[in-house]
């Protein structure tokens, strides 16, 4: 095939200022922290639908990563142990089962406005079988990064 | 449209009177001849009515409350059509809102899909955009997003998100098609369309002319997606030749007037969708430039998948040791192990490696991870290619 392209950007030039300034976008953007909570005696009890809800939550973070909101996160195992003072319960305190934090993901947002925004978009938290903590992660200027 | 006159009306009741005016065009229209401009008679009709259904609503409050009432109606031209979708673009790109609901205002108010379309386009059900849409009205009307007039300051703030929304909404026409085809290839048509109507207006940036750029190199390639039985095809087996070459030029033409000192995560991604597209074949792509320039979108904005393209990349440009420790790793990522598409690029990757044995495994779970038809006979054939080297 005959190459008929006329305009041949110049990548060296259009890109080499990039270092020397930061997108203004990102540094508006605020880093949240999902901590996600769902009925993890339910979770135990079918490893079949565990493994189903976390490829929807794949789904989901797909969808995230387009909207370049998507950082990192994880799901967790269901099992795990409760540390206190005196005291250290193995096998999980899960004392309200429901609502136990079974991931946790990070995202980028806006503002918080917007953060809760994209936790309602998840399609467990639209038929209510999963309840997300939306936490604004504390930065300090010496470690602006969170590391996933 | 309505709203925007009419500050006083919810968005339900807009709704009906648009359609009420529809329904007396069709009658009157079959009467006399269509009236020369027939988006204005629709208007003023609607117009009419919505001042009708107020007064209506406001006598039956007054009755009660005794109050003094006027209507507020904001007077502009009738031939402001085009200026008045950018307007609700703008509106739709409210900070508040997630990037999901944002598209899908955007898709019910701005392209005027129904919701059963935007459900269909979205793999979404009806009733979770309804939940979407039911959220964002409350939040439209609490704060009245779409009434208000953004000043200038305002609108450029919101250019990024604005961006992000036809980017997202080309996204959703180019993925590869499941349901009806031909309504996802009319979504990249508005993306572009819009984003054309953004660029011809004082508000445009450098970047809407990368994200143009990049929305044309890709919309040259769309045809070549689906072989002539419907098969999809990843890019080495795609035809080059269908490509549309007007497009790309037009393509490059935009890029080139993209330069600025600003370089956005459109630019790097317009250039790498310019890369493959004046690739003569596959072969002679130019992948040492390409990883560079993933490279650069990383530190601009990492995220797992993008480290995904990053390692394809890598491992055509030679760097085979390496792409292989960046799947891997990702591989060990609860959500990625997911990912049907990493596992589908782990299975093809081994299968150019002739290790047919890792091959077949990842294909086997990436099948299991997608329901779209035309992904698992994809990865079906991928798949007979490791059984079939298997018996020879």
């Known amino acids: ?148 | 449209m309505l709203l925007y006159c009419f500050r006083d009306m919810d968005m339900a009741n807009a709704e009906d009177i648009v359609q009420d005016a529809f329904s007396a065009a069709l009658v009157s229209w079959k009467e006399d001849n269509m009236p020369a401009n027939a988006e204005g008679w629709l208007f003023k009709v609607c117009r009419n009515k919505a001042i009708n259904k107020i007064k209506a609503d406001k006598k039956l409050s007054t009755v009660n409350g005794a109050e003094h009432f006027d209507i507020h109606e904001t007077v502009f031209p009738e031939s402001l059509i085009e200026d008045q979708q950018l307007k609700l673009l703008f509106a739709c790109a409210h900070p508040g809102l997630a990037p999901k609901a944002q598209v899908v205002i955007t898709l019910k108010y701005v392209i005027n899909l129904k919701v059963e379309a935007i459900a269909r386009i979205l793999a979404m059900s009806i009733d979770g955009i309804d939940k979407l849409l039911v959220r964002s009205r409350q939040k439209i009307k609490d704060e009245k997003i779409l009434f208000e007039e953004l000043p200038a300051g305002t609108l450029n703030k919101r250019i990024p998100v604005v961006h992000k929304i036809l980017y997202l909404v080309f996204n959703e026409g180019y993925k590869s098609s499941w349901g009806k085809q031909l309504i996802r290839e009319e979504l990249c048509e508005e993306a572009l369309m819009m984003t054309k109507i953004l660029l011809e207006s004082r508000l445009a940036n450098n970047e809407t002319c990368a994200l143009y750029a990049l929305m044309l190199f890709n919309a040259a390639r769309l045809r070549s997606r689906f072989s002539i039985s419907g098969a999809l095809l990843d890019l080495e087996e795609q035809d080059r030749n269908v490509w549309n070459q007007d497009l790309i030029i037009l393509g490059s033409k935009y890029l080139q007037q993209s330069k600025d000192v600003t370089v956005s995560s459109y630019h790097y991604e317009a250039a790498i969708a310019y890369l493959h597209c004046i690739a003569g074949n596959f072969k002679a792509t130019r992948w040492n430039i390409i990883t560079g320039l993933y490279q650069r979108l990383l530190q601009l904005h990492s995220n797992p998948f993008i480290e995904l393209n990053y390692a394809i990349a890598l491992y055509y440009s030679g760097k085979k040791e390496n792409a292989f420790s960046i799947l891997k790793t990702l591989h060990q990522h609860t959500f990625l192990h997911q990912y049907y598409l990493l596992n589908t690029t782990l299975g093809k990757l081994y299968l150019l490696e002739k290790d047919h044995a890792k091959a077949k495994n990842y294909l086997l779970a990436a099948l299991k991870q997608t329901n779209i038809l035309a992904e698992k006979d994809f990865i079906m054939r991928l798949l007979e290619k490791t059984i079939n080297a298997d018996t020879t």
């Not at chain 1, 020397?20 to 949240?32: G, H, N, P, T, V």
């Not at chain 1, 565990?50 to 794949?58: A, D, K, P, V």
């Not at chain 1, 990563?65 to 250290?88: F, P, Q, R, W």
């Not at chain 1, 993901?105 to 467990?124: G, H, K, L, R």
């Open chain 1, 1 to 148: 095939m005959k190459c008929i392209i006329t305009f041949k950007p110049d990548f060296g030039e259009i890109f080499q200022k990039n270092n020397q300034r930061k997108c203004s976008k990102q540094k508006s953007m605020e880093k949240f922290l999902f901590i996600i909570r769902e009925d993890v005696q339910q979770l135990k009890s079918s490893p079949q639908l565990h493994q189903q809800r976390i490829q929807e939550m794949t789904k989901w973070s797909v969808d995230l990563a387009e909207s370049g909101n998507y950082i990192g996160g994880n799901a967790l195992k269901t099992n795990g142990s409760y540390i206190a003072k005196d005291d250290v319960l193995s096998d999980g305190p899960f004392i309200e089962a429901k609502e136990c934090i079974s991931g946790f993901i990070f995202i980028d947002a806006d503002n918080i406005e917007q953060a809760i925004s994209i936790a309602q978009t998840c399609p467990y938290v639209m038929d209510s079988t999963m309840a997300i903590e939306v936490r604004p992660v504390l930065l300090t200027e010496n470690n602006p990064q969170t590391h996933v």
